[in-house]
């Protein structure tokens, strides 16, 4: 069965602090990247970054850069969001994702399997 749950997801003020997990089936986790995307109310999804198998990253630019970071830990199957001086556009459902390879991608047509989301909301 494939399975990929978010946690961690919550009610935070602006400039606050939050760390997303996503718990992922062995099979599906093993070898493959793992990418983190947002939906907003009324927006497209979009792309947050990408960690690779081996630990490589993407990040989809500057910003997010600079106050988010993935991180993985192979041996427990999980999936890693550390997101820091949080802003209310960060405000969106996160949601987990394997790719369909071990390459850094970011279009949601080159992931496989979505985790169900979990929602960010930030205060002002």
């Known amino acids: 069965q494939v399975q990929l749950v978010e946690s961690g997801g919550g009610l935070v003020h602006a400039g606050g602090s939050l760390r997303l997990s996503c718990v992922v089936s062995?099979?599906?986790?093993?070898?493959?990247?793992m990418g983190w995307f947002r939906q907003a109310p009324g927006k497209e999804r979009e792309f947050i970054g990408v960690i690779r198998w081996g630990g490589g990253t993407l990040y989809s630019g500057d910003s997010v850069k600079a106050r988010f970071t993935i991180s993985r830990d192979n041996a427990k199957n999980t999936l890693y969001l550390q997101m820091n001086s949080l802003k209310p556009e960060d405000t969106a459902i996160y949601y987990c994702?394997?790719?369909?390879?071990?390459?850094?991608?970011?279009?949601?047509?080159?992931?496989?399997?979505w985790g169900q989301g979990t929602q960010v909301t930030v205060s002002s």
């Open positions: 062995e099979r599906i986790f093993n070898y493959r990247a």
């Open positions: 994702a394997a790719a369909s390879r071990d390459e850094v991608v970011w279009r949601a047509d080159d992931y496989t399997y």
